[in-house]
């Protein structure tokens, strides 16, 4: 079975400043997708940021970016120029590709955008 | 376009009541997704359906939980008996037939049992 491991339960960062978030991950598997979503107060759960295992570029969506390590199970996410609505948990999450394609989650992170 | 649906978006009960949650799906969408999210185990998997058929119900607690889908734009989550340790918030998502990495959440509906 999968497991997603966020070992950062809360983290803080100035406005303006750069933080990044950890994620690993366990799997026997080659093919596969990893995620950030990100749950403001509201609870909505929104995806920040996808990664397919088969790509070796590195994802970015604006100021999201990911540092993706697969020989080491590593997925970070990095967020350039904090903003005060960044202040949200942040879950990482980990689909097979094919099969039962399953969303497993990790406990999540909360960070804190400070001004 | 509307995203995906859920009544209620609150609900407190008490424990040995049926409890009754709703989704509605993304227009289109064929894959619906029911999630619990808690403290203690964060966010999990309960059931999924493709084109109204359950695939996989693995996660479901236990039989006091029942998931149907009678149509393509709506599925319920059903709690009967409710007990106290069944208070989450309670996520429906969708996404297109293969297309699973692109599930779609609804607001969520926060289930107190008391």
């Known amino acids: 079975a999968q497991t997603v491991t966020q070992s950062q339960p809360e983290m803080s960062v100035q406005e303006a400043e750069t933080v990044t978030l950890s994620c690993t991950y366990d799997t026997s598997e080659n093919n596969y997708y990893l995620f950030w979503y990100k749950q403001p107060p509201s609870r909505q759960m929104i995806l920040v940021i996808r990664q397919e295992a088969y790509k070796q570029q590195n994802a970015t969506e604006n100021r999201f970016s990911v540092n993706f390590q697969k020989a080491a199970k590593s997925f970070s996410l990095k967020i350039s120029d904090s903003q005060l609505g960044d202040t949200a948990m942040y879950f990482c999450a980990f689909m097979k590709q094919g099969g039962s394609e399953k969303l497993v989650f990790g406990k999540g992170t909360k960070l804190t955008v400070n001004p | 376009d509307a995203g995906v649906i859920q009544s209620p978006r609150h609900e407190v009960t008490e424990m040995g009541q049926e409890v009754t949650l709703r989704c509605k799906p993304i227009s289109g969408h064929n894959s619906l997704f029911w999630y619990r999210q808690t403290m203690m185990r964060g966010l999990e998997l309960l059931i999924y359906?493709?084109?109204?058929?359950?695939?996989?119900d693995s996660g479901m607690p236990e039989d006091r939980f029942s998931a149907k889908m009678p149509n393509a734009s709506f599925s319920t989550l059903k709690i009967q008996p409710s007990e106290p340790r069944d208070s989450a918030v309670y996520f429906c998502?969708?996404?297109?037939?293969?297309?699973?990495?692109?599930?779609?959440f609804g607001p969520g509906t926060r289930l107190t049992v008391t």
């Open positions: 998502a969708s996404s297109l037939w293969g297309r699973h990495y692109e599930q779609y």
């Open positions: 359906f493709n084109n109204n058929v359950p695939i996989d």
